[in-house]
């Protein structure tokens, strides 16, 4: 278990970090694995809810809910 200090929607491993959507600051945190330290914080869309890693793990897609985009990471 990684403790965190936002409202975590959803995550997914890329390589050896851990991806988390924060619905409270609209971003989404990249996360060391296992340690857990914050690592990078990226900004999305307003109510980033949902995402998705590409097959390779080279690419992070994220949806927000009330936006109706999709950011995307490399």
């Known amino acids: 278990r990684i403790l965190v200090d936002f409202y975590a929607i959803d995550a997914a491993f890329v390589e050896d970090t851990l991806w988390v959507t924060n ?29 998705a890693v590409s097959a390779d793990g080279r690419r992070v897609a994220v949806a927000s809910m009330t936006s109706l985009s999709v950011d995307l990471f490399d």
């Open 23 to 51: 619905r409270w600051r609209d971003e989404v945190v990249v996360l060391s694995w296992p340690a857990g330290a914050v690592l990078e914080r990226h900004p999305t869309a307003r109510n980033p809810h949902q995402l």
